[in-house]
């Protein structure tokens, strides 16, 4: 599995990503690691997601799924599970940019290694 870190300290995470096929799957971990939702994309189908309460990372397996799919015209099967104990907004927020960065830096790793067969 491919992986690479995006953030720093208390907010850095993981992106690490299998092909499947012609499709993708990508998890997303930070702090205590572990699956709190996941979301299935595909260019031509609206995002599905499913969470486990009290996680809150539904959100942005949605977001990142969705990017993904349609930027790079392919399934897509994204899970996420980010804990940081006590966090705060300025941290949750770091974690939102560092999902979007890290979503567009995994689309042009892909585009430029061709490692999709879509690209």
Known sequence: M??????????QLTFSWQ????DLRV?????????????????????????LPPHREEE???????RLAQQLRVTVCVTAGIHVDQITREEIQAIRAA?????????????????????
């Open 2 to 11: 491919n992986a690479f870190h995006i953030g720093t300290g208390r907010t």
């Open 19 to 22: 092909i499947h096929g012609a």
């Open 99 to 119: 999902c979007a960065a890290g979503a567009d830096r995994l689309v042009q790793i892909l585009q430029e290694t061709k490692e999709c067969p879509s690209v």
């Open 60 to 66: 942005i397996v949605r977001e990142v799924a969705e």
């Open 27 to 51: 998890h997303i971990g930070g702090g205590a690691d572990h699956i709190g939702a996941a979301a299935l994309a595909a260019p031509t189908i609206s995002v599905q997601t499913a969470g």
